[in-house]
Nanobody, 124 residues
């Protein structure tokens, strides 16, 4: 079992930055690939970014490439999402997810554990 707790969300103006954190506890964090998803009001939860267990491989959805960076610190059992040049369309609840197998898929169903989410609101 893995417990995930997100933090770092908030209200920011367009063009601003936020860094989300996801702290993991339970089984060995370094064995899991990690992902970030987001869900805007009235929309389905969508893939944002993912990182392999070692941090050597990353993948991003096209709309955040060049603006968001996913990283992890296995010594701290934490994964991060640095979000720069934020846009109003980035407004959503952001969820951290863990996957036992060390591949980085984009499908929500491929992830085994989820956090409760943190709200990100970008004002225009």
């Amino acid at each position: 079992q893995v417990q995930l707790v997100e933090s770092g969300g908030g209200l920011v103006q367009a063009g601003g930055s936020l860094r989300l954190s996801c702290a993991a506890s339970g089984r060995t964090f370094s064995s899991y690939a990690m992902g970030w998803f987001r869900q805007a009001p009235g929309k389905e939860r969508e893939f944002v970014a993912a990182i392999s267990s070692s941090g050597g491989n990353t993948h991003y959805t096209n709309s955040v490439k060049g603006r968001f960076t996913i990283s992890r610190d296995n010594a701290k059992n934490t994964v991060y999402l640095q979000m720069n040049s934020l846009k109003p369309e980035d407004t959503a609840v952001y969820y951290c997810a863990a996957r036992f197998y060390d591949t980085i898929p984009t499908m929500r169903a491929s992830y085994d554990y989820w956090g409760q989410g943190t709200q990100v609101t970008v004002s225009s």
